[in-house]
């Protein structure tokens, strides 16, 4: 099982990227994962394509989607990649648009994430993770934060 | 007790973040549901009563007729949005017993 610190990368966070649409901010958000192998592009045009047909199902709460696809589409290596956008982009989602954070998820089977998903959902209902988010000007910032946030967590359970 | 299934359309990310943030509800609350997470797929095969899932894939759900009470959550880490939605099937639950 392995932390979420351990699914994220620095080249995977990505800070005030610019979009114009909802596609574009899928595809930069993806960008870091294919570069580092963790999933292929068949996986990339998969999340787009379920996008098109089905609506925004990868927006999940105020301002923040994750967009990910069924293992199966070229999900190779466990990764979680984190996105900011320098202007929010409308996806069609009545309650949670527009979005300003993508958190990209590759889960290459049904277990080696749960930790770290977990982990990620706590830090979305986090106000000071989003403060973090929008004003750190290094990627190390919002590593070093989510290893804080670990470290408490550990401390709480021993 | 009812059993519910959280389910998404792939089965690994959302369904299983809403799963979580579910059981937080149920067991701070205790409510007499169980829940399991999984993909679209596992909907027709599934014996419970109750179908946890974000709000589009809801729509679709209660489109097709599927025999479960279907919820559909708006906002993930939202617990108030989980109680009510879970407090009302219950209720409805309740009412179809007497």
Redesign the interface.
């Known amino acids: 099982m392995e932390l979420l610190s351990d699914s994220i990368k620095k080249e995977y966070i990505q800070l005030r990227v610019s979009a114009k649409n909802r596609e574009e901010a899928v595809r930069k958000a993806a960008e870091p994962l294919l570069v580092d192998g963790c999933i292929t592009n068949q996986y990339i045009q998969k999340i787009i394509e379920?996008m098109k047909e089905?609506?925004?199902?990868?927006v999940?709460?105020?301002a923040v989607a994750?967009p990910?696809?069924?293992?199966k589409y070229g999900?190779n290596k466990l990764g979680i990649g984190i996105t900011t956008l320098e202007q929010p982009v409308v996806f069609g989602?009545?309650?949670?648009d527009p979005v300003s954070y993508l958190f990209c998820?590759s889960?290459p089977d049904?277990d080696s994430?749960?930790e770290s998903?977990?982990e990620?959902?706590g830090l979305?209902?986090n106000e000071r993770f989003y403060k973090i988010l929008d004003n750190a000007k290094d990627p190390e910032e919002i590593l070093q934060f989510i290893k804080e946030e670990e470290q408490k967590g550990e401390n709480e359970h021993a | 007790m009812h059993k519910a299934l959280v389910a998404c359309r792939a089965g690994v990310g959302s369904s299983l973040m809403l799963k979580i943030k579910v059981n937080e509800v149920i067991n701070a609350n205790h409510l007499p549901i169980t829940v399991e997470h999984s993909s679209l797929d596992a909907v027709p095969g599934f014996d419970g009563d109750l179908l946890i899932t974000l709000t589009d894939v809801a729509e679709e759900l209660r489109a097709k007729k599927v025999k479960q009470t279907v919820i559909g959550i708006a906002n993930i880490v939202d617990k108030k949005e989980i109680l009510s939605k879970l407090t009302d099937f219950l209720n409805d639950a309740n009412e179809t017993q007497l």
């Open positions: 379920i089905t609506g925004p199902y990868i999940i709460t105020k994750l990910h696809a069924p293992s999900a989602n009545e309650v949670n998820l889960a049904s994430h749960l998903t977990a990620l959902v979305l209902d």
